[in-house]
């Protein structure tokens, strides 16, 4: 039910103010209906407040003054109340219009404002149409009202989003993996999208286990497995291209030159003979087909570097391929967690290189037809700047270019970081929906602020004080940026939990 909230007292363009009923909250970001006279409805966002008195001028002050003792403390409380009391004292809200509903229901944005004295009202299920635009395919969590988080569910369309890239931001401990777990749990339960998780903690599965669709809509990768919920990660000689190698740290000219000089002539077997030949006859072979004389210290390192991969990624003649199956879950739309805490810094770069490379390769070479029918896959990518930074955009490597060309191929990009100042601007720039969680560092805010798409400079003040689990949820076929309150994830799974059985006739409830 809507609750009455104040009433209108000032509107000058899309900025409007209210005057807060004296026994209500309203808090910084709060989203509020007002009542137009023709059952229209304006919805606005209060982004800031101001206490007005009739005592507010020097005069008044210094004669409240005069009523404090000489330590400034309330001499007769009585007397106090009796000035302040009353109606003496408002408080005013400053708000913005972010949109209205006509008389026949339909969502447009600000045409003009409401009059003097409508009546503010929170929201309610009576606000079906902006709630819809809100709700999405894929919940994250509920819509925030101040202090209180509403019974009103708020989340993305998969089909608009994952094309057009995600960032999720947030200090440590403001809820990111949280929210990449509910996430999850919402494309496992839609069937409509692929999920692609580097997890570089190893922290999804057990709680993503708990999904009752777990067995059909989640696959799990590690390179060394432990037990027998996950499949072990193999690569094949020939999958493997000289850029994997190359996203692995920097190479002098020569390596590089060594490097694509191997793979020219020995095509898809240069890394097993790059294993598998001594040093001495690599460079006599290389003289002999190209000329040139290359040292053995730069064939050592790029020996060294394949022997290190080859151990760790079980890089080896393979009868059973892992990738072509996970490419065919993702278009499935499953959700693939490939585990990567066990592995090296450089195994890790080179197998989510790897892995992105081939997907961006296996979508882009589809034609219109297999096109349609593959689901939308969107690859989440934690610690995202090690990748997605400065230096490495202007590299142009394979995350850069799914950032820049994936939404062609129906592929997007989830960048997950605690210190969006350190991305790139480029990539910053493409990232169309935004869940801003809290950020302690001005630095980041201002960063976010600057970059995003949508204005988000007036809640400033929101993003400031927001607490653990909650978000701005910014997206741009959204009307605005909304604040909710993530779904804890064990409290979102209770929703998917079959009905327990009845231990005393050993049914099922009726549902
Ligand atoms: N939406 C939420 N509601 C309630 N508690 C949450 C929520 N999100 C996170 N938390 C709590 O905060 C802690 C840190 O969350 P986590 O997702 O690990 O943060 P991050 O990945 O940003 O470091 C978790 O232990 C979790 O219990
Ligand atoms: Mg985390």
Known sequence: MAQYKGRLTYAKG????????????????????????????????AYDFKVKSRWSGLNGVGYLMSKLDENGQVANQEELDFYLGGNHTVKIAMAEQLCYVDQQGQLLNPKTCPNFFCEVHSLSGEDSALLDEMKGDLEIGLLKSGRSVMDLPVGIYGNKAITEHIGIFGTTGSGKSNLVKVLASSVMQSDHYGLLIFDVHNEYYKDLAL??????????????????????FKIAYEEIEPDDILACGSFTEAQLDALYKMHAIWQENWMKYILNYDTADIVEELSGSTGQKFNSRTINKIKSLCWNLEKELNIAEQQERTLPQILQELELGKVVLVELKNISPVGEQALSTFLSKKLLQHYSGKDEQAKMSAKPVLVVLEEAHRFLGKKEVANNNVFARLVSEARKFNLGMCVVDQQPRLLADKVLSQLNTLFILGLASKADRGKLEAMCRKDILQQRNEIKNLDCGEMILATNYMRFAAPVKIHKFENFMERFQLPAVNPLTGVLPLS
């Open 14 to 45: 899309t900025y409007v103010e209210f005057v807060v009923a004296p026994n209500q909250d309203v808090d910084f970001g709060d989203i509020l209906v007002v009542e137009g006279q023709n059952q229209d409805r304006f919805y606005i966002r």
């Open 211 to 232: 999904h009752p669709l777990v067995k059909d809509r989640l696959a799990i990768y590690n390179t060394n497995p432990v037990n027998e919920t996950a499949t072990k």
